[in-house]
């Protein structure tokens, strides 16, 4: 069965980083596509970035040049890096699992997901 556990969401002030974690199990990262997606109270859940099975990165409009995406097979996690963090980046971050080329654009497309972690940002 596969579970994904995330990790490493807080509280920073505006400017700030994070650095977002997804340890998965019960499948290998690399045999799907991999992607953080974002839910805001009130909001619907969008895609901020995806890694597909062959390893490339997809990013959201508003996380270019800010964030970025890596899957480290090895260890078989995912990972967000988050810089210059805005007061609207505020929101639950997922972790998900898809089909190989699955991309952040669906974010139904993507059957397994993890829990959440918080992370706000305040101005």
């Known amino acids: 069965q596969v579970q994904l556990v995330e990790s490493g969401g807080g509280s920073v002030q505006a400017g700030g980083s994070l650095r977002l974690s997804c340890a998965a199990s019960?499948?290998?990262?690399?045999?799907?596509?991999m992607g953080w997606f974002r839910q805001a109270p009130g909001k619907e859940r969008e895609g901020v970035a995806t890694v597909d099975g062959d390893g490339n990165p997809a990013y959201a409009d508003f996380s270019k040049g800010r964030f970025t995406i890596s899957r480290d097979n090895a260890k078989n996690a995912l990972y967000l890096q988050m810089n210059s963090l805005k007061p609207e980046d505020t929101a639950m971050y997922f972790c998900?699992?898809?089909?190989?080329?699955?991309?952040?654009?669906?974010?139904?497309?993507?059957?397994?997901w993890g829990q959440g972690t918080q992370v706000t940002v305040s101005s």
């Open positions: 998900a699992a898809g089909p190989f080329y699955a991309d952040y654009e669906a974010p139904t497309d993507f059957h397994f």
């Open positions: 019960g499948h290998l990262v690399s045999t799907y596509s």
